[in-house]
């Protein structure tokens, strides 16, 4: 499966069955509909699918951090957008 | 222009790896331990997603990947990270094969000196561990069993499944060094019975000075090891010191590359097989890697009367190759897995491995058997 493809699919999942909020899905949603503006950035777009795939609202909480929360989400959106 | 034909001793770096190396030396150089701002957090975001894309290929949760200098040192943690457990628990003998890697046999062997027994297991002529031969050797004070995935001489897979069910209902400690195989031969080592995998970055067209050892845990309990050195936290605290943030990406992209090229990389390597077996079949030589039990990267033949160190040399304007490990070859001594093998000395004299990848650019096979038709017609054999 494409990446970009891979990228809407676990986004629309998050985002309608999840609990990704409107406002971090639609910054996603921009990425996903403009895939030549991000040419090259593949490490940066598995990273995101993967940051999806784990996403947890409650990532920071516990002692130990093995989710990503919207930070790590946010972070990673704005290394994409650089 | 020599093409290189020794990638079971290292491989070339695949290019997406090189560069998302790159992003983490010139731009991103956070340490990962302090996310307490923007390049600390990225730097621990990387290693957080370089973790998930090697526990992906071995299905285990991240948490279970502890990063290390490469697969000796993750070898030696999983060996000696179990002495202070064996020895509080009177459980002090070890199994190996005999074909092991010397990132195995030595840490084995310096448990021996601490009190630990060790026991050497035996292979077929394939170069295949005899399973029966394991069985027998067990015992209730078997503390820890360490077997290869695959061989680095050989390329032989090893009968992993039925080392699994054989271990089904013992308690040892089972440990995988999946250095050669770790991303070619992607189902064996993810049975949840191995306790422990040691793998390498530069096996598999990743980055040099680094690896893991990946800890599986059996009714709810990891390995209990003991870090060999001292001075931090990080990785549980079993493996202190700053990681290194590009190698580790590295690593990660390389995983990634392994799971989603897997096929292509399959078929490449093998249709370089099949020219290579068809090209040396000329020279009649003895098959130190019989196909059906072989990773498709390898071929390792032995041409009796042709010292591996004459031809290695004679080939070296079209083709590197090498004869035994890295790690031994320049001792020049003959190689002690195709001895355990049964091989003749004419035999291990005589080895030479092939080993290519999906980088690999073509080879001239044609070249390759006529050199070394001339130097057997020179030795008379």
């Given at each position: 499966m494409?990446l970009f493809?891979?990228?809407?699919?676990?986004t629309?999942?998050?985002?309608?069955?999840?609990?990704?909020?409107?406002w971090?899905a639609?910054p996603?949603?921009t990425?996903?509909s403009n895939?030549?503006?991000?040419?090259?950035?593949?490490?940066?777009?598995?990273?995101l699918i993967?940051q999806?795939?784990?996403?947890?609202?409650?990532a920071?909480?516990?002692?130990c951090?093995w989710?990503?929360?919207h930070?790590?989400?946010?972070?990673?959106?704005?290394k994409?957008?650089? | 222009?020599?093409?290189?034909?020794?990638?079971?001793?290292t491989?070339?770096t695949e290019?997406?790896?090189?560069e998302?190396?790159r992003?983490f030396?010139?731009v991103?150089?956070?340490n990962?331990?302090?996310?307490?701002?923007d390049?600390?957090?990225?730097a621990?975001m990387?290693?957080?997603h370089?973790r998930?894309?090697?526990?992906?290929?071995?299905?285990?949760?991240?948490?279970?990947?502890?990063?290390?200098?490469?697969?000796t040192e993750a070898n030696?943690l999983a060996?000696?990270?179990l002495?202070q457990?064996?020895?509080q628990?009177a459980?002090?003998?070890?199994?190996?094969?005999?074909?092991?890697?010397?990132?195995?046999?030595e840490?084995?062997?310096?448990?021996?000196?601490?009190?630990f027994?060790m026991?050497?297991?035996?292979?077929?002529?394939d170069?295949?561990?005899?399973?029966?031969?394991l069985?027998?050797a067990?015992?209730p004070?078997t503390?820890l069993?360490s077997t290869?995935?695959?061989?680095?001489?050989t390329g032989v897979?090893?009968p992993?499944t039925e080392?699994a069910e054989?271990?089904s209902?013992?308690?040892?400690?089972w440990h995988?060094?999946?250095?050669?195989?770790?991303g070619k031969?992607?189902?064996s080592?993810?049975?949840?019975?191995i306790?422990?995998?040691?793998i390498s970055?530069h096996?598999?067209y990743g980055?040099?000075?680094?690896g893991?050892l990946?800890?599986?845990?059996?009714?709810?309990q990891?390995?209990?090891l003991?870090?060999?050195i001292?001075?931090?936290?990080?990785?549980?605290?079993?493996?202190p010191?700053t990681l290194p943030?590009?190698?580790i990406?590295g690593l990660g992209?390389?995983?990634?590359?392994?799971?989603?090229?897997?096929?292509?990389?399959l078929a490449k390597?093998t249709s370089?097989?099949?020219?290579?077996?068809?090209?040396?079949?000329e020279?009649?030589?003895?098959?130190?890697?019989?196909?059906?039990?072989?990773?498709p990267h390898?071929?390792n033949?032995?041409l009796p009367g042709?010292?591996?160190a004459?031809a290695i040399e004679?080939?070296a304007g079209t083709?590197?190759?090498?004869?035994?490990?890295?790690c031994?070859?320049?001792?020049?001594?003959?190689s002690?897995?195709?001895k355990a093998?049964?091989?003749?000395?004419a035999e291990t004299?005589?080895?030479?491995?092939?080993?290519w990848?999906?980088l690999?650019e073509?080879v001239?096979w044609g070249a390759?058997v006529?050199?070394?038709?001339k130097l057997?017609?020179?030795?008379g054999?």
């Amino acid at each position: 499966m494409d990446l970009f493809t891979e990228l809407e699919k676990v986004t629309r999942h998050e985002h309608e069955h999840g609990e990704l909020p409107d406002w971090l899905a639609e910054p996603i949603y921009t990425v996903i509909s403009n895939p030549h503006h991000y040419q090259g950035k593949d490490y940066l777009i598995e990273m995101l699918i993967d940051q999806l795939n784990e996403y947890d609202v409650y990532a920071e909480a516990g002692c130990c951090r093995w989710a990503s929360d919207h930070e790590d989400i946010k972070r990673t959106l704005g290394k994409l957008n650089q | 222009m020599t093409v290189y034909l020794d990638c079971a001793s290292t491989t070339p770096t695949e290019p997406s790896v090189a560069e998302v190396m790159r992003r983490f030396i010139d731009v991103d150089y956070g340490n990962a331990a302090s996310p307490i701002h923007d390049y600390g957090t990225f730097a621990r975001m990387a290693v957080d997603h370089a973790r998930g894309q090697i526990a992906k290929l071995v299905k285990v949760r991240r948490d279970a990947v502890i990063f290390t200098s490469g697969a000796t040192e993750a070898n030696n943690l999983a060996i000696l990270g179990l002495r202070q457990y064996g020895t509080q628990t009177a459980r002090r003998h070890v199994i190996c094969s005999a074909i092991e890697h010397k990132a195995v046999l030595e840490p084995l062997e310096a448990l021996t000196q601490s009190g630990f027994e060790m026991t050497l297991i035996p292979v077929d002529s394939d170069g295949r561990i005899i399973v029966d031969k394991l069985q027998r050797a067990m015992r209730p004070d078997t503390l820890l069993v360490s077997t290869m995935q695959v061989n680095n001489e050989t390329g032989v897979k090893q009968p992993l499944t039925e080392i699994a069910e054989m271990l089904s209902e013992h308690h040892a400690y089972w440990h995988v060094d999946a250095a050669q195989g770790f991303g070619k031969e992607l189902e064996s080592i993810t049975h949840p019975r191995i306790d422990m995998i040691s793998i390498s970055g530069h096996k598999i067209y990743g980055p040099k000075g680094v690896g893991a050892l990946i800890t599986r845990k059996r009714n709810g309990q990891s390995p209990p090891l003991k870090q060999l050195i001292y001075g931090g936290d990080q990785e549980r605290g079993l493996r202190p010191g700053t990681l290194p943030v590009p190698l580790i990406a590295g690593l990660g992209e390389a995983a990634r590359c392994a799971l989603r090229r897997h096929e292509e990389r399959l078929a490449k390597v093998t249709s370089i097989r099949t020219r290579a077996l068809a090209a040396l079949a000329e020279l009649n030589p003895v098959i130190n890697s019989p196909a059906a039990q072989s990773l498709p990267h390898y071929i390792n033949i032995s041409l009796p009367g042709i010292p591996s160190a004459t031809a290695i040399e004679a080939l070296a304007g079209t083709v590197a190759v090498s004869s035994t490990s890295a790690c031994t070859s320049h001792t020049m001594a003959p190689s002690y897995v195709l001895k355990a093998m049964g091989r003749s000395e004419a035999e291990t004299t005589s080895a030479l491995r092939f080993s290519w990848c999906h980088l690999t650019e073509d080879v001239d096979w044609g070249a390759v058997v006529a050199i070394l038709q001339k130097l057997r017609q020179h030795t008379g054999h």
